[in-house]
């Protein structure tokens, strides 16, 4: 039961970090998949009309 308690713990503190360092890094890819998102929405809008 401590385990888990520990676990919980180190996740509280690590998670943060972790997901604020997987944002940072992850951002710019963020930026061209919305936008391919936006290309592609765009396209099947336009292809409807």
Do not use: C, D, Q, W
């Amino acid at each position: 039961m401590s385990g888990t308690n520990v676990f919980k713990a180190f996740a509280v503190m690590a998670l943060p970090k972790h997901i604020e360092a997987t944002a940072a890094s992850l951002y710019p890819t963020l930026h061209v998949i919305v936008a391919f998102l936006v290309l592609i929405g765009a396209v099947l809008v336009l292809r409807k009309l």
